[in-house]
C-alpha cells in the first residue's frame, strides 16, 4: 500500500494511503485477521546458555573449533540484538573491532548496507560490556564462560592460523575455510547451537528452529528483566517500540504464571 501511494496519482485530494476507503479497507483486514497475541518462547534460552558453559563448548582453548564458533556467533547474537547480516558484516580488526578493560566494541564494514537504510540505522556500533570480569565463586566463574569478550578473544585467537578474510566470523572447514562466513552459515550455526546444548541436556529440540528467533528471545528476556524499551530498541536497531512489541515481544514469564496454580495445588499436601 505504501509503495502504491508513492507513484499513484492522488485521489480526491489524498494519497491512495490516506483516502478513507484505503483506511476503511485497512481497518476490515485488522478486524478480520487481529493481530496474534504474544507467543510462548518456542525454545528456552536458559537452558542453552547453562549447557554452553559446560562440554562441549568448554573450554575454550581445546574445544572443537566447531563448538566454539557456534558459541561465540551464539552469545555475539543473544547478547547483541542483531540480524544475522548485521553479524555477518562485522569485522575482526581495529578500528571496527576495539577491546577494553570492561567492554568489547563492534563495527560492521562501511560497505555494509543494512536492511532499512537511513540515518538511525547506518554504522550503529555493538558495544558488549564484560559479563562478571572478577568472578569469585564457583558459580560465578561458570557464568564468566558466557562473557562474549573473552569468548572472541579465544576465537580471534584460535582462527588466526588459516583466518583469510577480515570479516569477524570465517568458515572452519571445507573450501571456505578462512573466509568470510555468510549469513546463511551464521544462521546454520546459530540453529545448530541450539540444538546441541538440548542434546547435551537429554531433551528433545523443538522444531522448526529459525535463527531470526534469537532476536525475540533476547529481546522479551532483556524487557522481562526491566531493561527499557529504549535501550532496548537501541541495540536492536529499531526506531520505535511497536516494533518489538507487534514482531518479537514473547510471553516469557508464561512459566512463573504456572508457578502459582502448581503452588495453589500443592498446598493440599500441606
Not at 507467543?39 to 582453548?61: D, G, R
Not at 575482526?92 to 536492511?115: E, G, H, I, Q
Not at 507487534?246 to 496454580?261: E, I, N, T
Request: charged fraction near 20%; include cysteine; charge should be positive.
Amino acid at each position: 500500500m505504501a509503495a502504491i501511494s508513492c507513484f499513484h496519482v492522488k485521489i480526491d485530494g489524498c494519497s491512495v494511503f490516506s483516502h478513507p476507503l484505503s483506511k476503511c479497507f485497512l481497518k476490515g483486514l485488522m478486524n478480520m485477521y487481529p493481530p496474534v497475541p504474544k507467543q510462548v518462547p518456542q525454545w528456552s534460552l536458559s537452558l542453552v546458555l547453562t549447557h554452553m558453559m559446560h562440554k562441549p563448548f568448554e573450554p575454550l582453548a581445546s574445544t572443537d573449533i566447531s563448538f566454539l564458533s557456534y558459541k561465540v556467533a551464539f552469545l555475539l547474537a543473544i547478547t547483541s540484538l542483531r540480524r544475522v547480516g548485521e553479524i555477518a558484516a562485522l569485522c575482526c580488526d581495529s578500528p571496527y573491532l576495539d577491546f577494553y578493560p570492561n567492554r568489547v566494541v563492534l563495527r560492521p564494514r562501511p560497505t555494509f548496507l543494512p536492511k532499512v537504510v537511513s540515518r538511525f540505522h547506518m554504522g550503529q556500533k555493538v558495544s558488549l560490556p564484560v559479563f562478571l570480569p572478577c568472578p569469585n565463586s564457583d558459580a560465578e566463574k561458570a557464568l564468566h564462560t558466557l562473557d562474549v569478550r573473552r569468548c572472541l578473544l579465544f576465537y580471534l585467537k584460535r582462527t588466526a592460523d588459516f583466518r583469510v578474510d577480515r570479516s569477524l566470523f570465517v568458515c572452519f572447514k571445507g573450501p571456505r575455510k578462512g573466509r568470510s562466513a555468510s549469513s546463511q552459515t551464521l544462521s546454520r550455526w546459530l540453529v545448530t547451537a541450539i540444538r546441541l546444548a538440548y542434546s547435551a541436556a537429554r531433551r528433545d529440540c523443538p522444531l522448526p528452529l529459525r535463527a531470526h528467533s534469537l532476536r525475540a528471545q533476547g529481546a522479551s528476556a532483556a524487557f522481562s528483566s526491566g531493561l527499557s524499551l529504549k535501550d532496548i530498541c537501541q541495540a536492536a536497531t529499531w526506531s520505535t517500540p511497536s516494533t518489538f512489541i507487534r514482531h518479537y515481544a514473547l510471553d516469557v514469564d508464561s512459566s512463573k504464571d504456572a508457578v502459582v496454580g502448581r503452588t495453589i495445588l500443592q498446598s493440599i499436601f500441606r
